[in-house]
């Protein structure tokens, strides 16, 4: 079992920067995927960004140049470092966490990101 728990969110103005972690205990395999994903009201759950045990990272389009995810796995910790924030950008941020061995993902319970103009 894997147990994820985020931090960071909050409120901030337009072009404001956030910094949100994860921090996974339980069965950390080093061959793991984790991201981060948001949902914004009345939106689907959409992928903003992923990192792999070695350091490969994939973005979503809308955050490309703005989002950096890192990884600390000494500390079981995925960091999400949000730059130029925009209103868009508001929602629930999820992190998740996905191990080659099995199908089942794993999710934390999520932090709100606020974005006002």
């Known amino acids: 079992q894997v147990q994820l728990v985020e931090s960071g969110g909050g409120l901030v103005q337009a072009a404001g920067s956030l910094r949100l972690s994860c921090a996974a205990s339980g069965s950390i395999s080093s061959d793991n995927v984790m991201g981060w994903y948001r949902q914004a009201p009345t939106q689907q759950r959409e992928l903003v960004a992923t990192i792999t045990g070695s350091g490969n990272t994939n973005y979503a389009d809308s955050v490309k140049g703005r989002f950096t995810i890192s990884r600390d796995n000494a500390k079981n910790t995925v960091y999400l470092q949000m730059n130029s924030l925009k209103p868009d950008d508001t929602g629930v941020y999820y992190c998740?966490?996905?191990?080659?061995?099995?199908?089942?993902?794993?999710w934390g319970q999520g932090t709100r990101v606020t974005v006002s103009s």
């Open positions: 998740n966490f996905r191990s080659p061995w099995s199908p089942r993902q794993y």
